[in-house]
């Protein structure tokens, strides 16, 4: 997801040349794209909360594929700046629930590896789009967007993927954790019942001996007597 915002991030400047932009626009450019993330991400974030972290990055995902495409048709700079404020809308909506789902019933141990992991995805992603993003907008400067597009797009697979492998698993694990209470409200109901038995087979063997006692002196009494 970042190396396609980093192949944008450095075609949008080149393309608003093209379209007649000037340097103030490409200041402005950045300006909008910074401030709809920054209020984006304090409303979008609580919105993630509600629907779910995988949904709501998946869902980003599609907006970034149709906003990326939309770069291929701009002939004005106004739209450029329509496009920067959906741009921002939308990882505003992404990286938080990125980082919340990441540490989500994480360890100590789990969580360095997912932050780790998660810092070193995204730098990757920063060089090498940029450098990619440079020899594609030489050669056929449209075809940049649409590999931004593409990575996009991968990126919502991988998330559907995985939910529905983490569905699948939470669905083998209800159904475990319903046999397991159903089989052991059996078992205790065995020992239980097993209790009992032995429970009664105790006091009948405790009482016999001192019956058998009572017996066996009745008769020397009588004799005494």
Do not use: K
């Not at 920063?126 to 050669?139: C, H, K, N, S």
């Amino acid at each position: 997801m970042d190396g396609g915002s980093a192949v944008v991030s450095l075609c949008v400047p080149l393309l608003a040349i093209e379209v007649g932009g000037s340097y103030d626009d490409l200041g402005a450019l950045r300006a909008t794209h910074a401030l709809t993330y920054a209020v984006g991400a304090f409303f979008l974030g609580r919105l993630a909360d509600r629907v779910g972290y995988q949904r709501a990055m998946a869902a980003c995902c599609l907006a970034m594929e149709l906003i990326y495409l939309g770069y291929y048709r701009v002939d004005a700079v106004a739209q450029l700046f329509g496009l920067a404020l959906l741009t921002g809308l939308s990882l505003a909506a992404f990286w938080p629930s990125l980082q919340a789902w990441l540490g989500r019933e994480q360890n100590r141990a789990g969580l360095r590896r997912a932050i780790g992991g998660f810092n070193m995805s995204w730098s990757l992603g920063l060089l090498a789009g940029p450098g990619v993003a440079g020899a594609l907008y030489a050669a056929y400067a449209d075809f940049s967007f649409v590999l931004a597009a593409v990575l996009a797009a991968d990126a919502e697979l991988d998330l559907l993927a995985r939910g529905a492998a983490l569905g699948r698993l939470d669905e083998a694990n209800s159904g475990f954790s319903a046999f397991e209470s159903g089989h052991g409200r059996r078992r205790a109901a065995t020992y239980a019942d097993i209790l009992t038995r032995h429970t009664g087979d105790a006091t009948a063997h405790a009482r016999t001996p001192c019956t058998a006692q009572r017996t066996a002196v009745t008769p020397a009494a009588h004799a005494m007597n």
